[in-house]
């Protein structure tokens, strides 16, 4: 694949970071642009850790087999319920905080904190 004659090759700046523009566009990965321009996949790698460009930097993801997809998808479905237990419990307490107010004013409070207060109701 690639040809390693002995030759040491040096290469512009502009054209390294038009790699890497071209790697950071998503157009194309490491392998591609090596194969096209007749680079190793190290000396880009080289680039960007030259340019500090870590996001170029391992931003692929491949899922392998069926267990890690099912797990994802149990760990987003758990998610979504964490999700939506946590808004339920916000409304709960606006709720709460909406009828000892309510409550509040009924009995002659000046405002719910006296309220819980007199109840015992911690906040």
């Known amino acids: 694949m690639y040809n390693n004659d002995g030759i ?3 290469y512009s700046e502009g054209f390294k970071l038009k790699i890497l523009a071209e790697l950071s566009s998503g157009k194309y990965n490491k392998s591609e642009l090596g194969r096209i321009y ?3 996949r190290t000396t ?3 680039w960007i850790d030259q340019y500090d460009r870590k ?5 692929r993801v491949y899922v392998e087999n069926s267990d890690e997809i099912g797990r994802i998808k149990a760990l987003q479905k758990e ?3 964490l999700k939506s237990l946590l808004l339920k419990k916000d409304i709960d ?3 709460m905080d909406a009828y000892l107010e309510i409550a509040a004013e009924n009995l002659g409070y000046k405002n719910a ?3 819980k207060k007199n109840l015992s109701i911690k906040p």
């Open 8 to 10: 040491n090759r040096r």
């Open 38 to 40: 007749g680079i190793n």
């Open 44 to 46: 880009i790698n080289k």
């Open 55 to 59: 996001d170029l930097k391992n931003t």
């Open 79 to 81: 998610v979504e319920q």
């Open 93 to 95: 307490k606006l709720m």
């Open 113 to 115: 904190e006296e309220l």
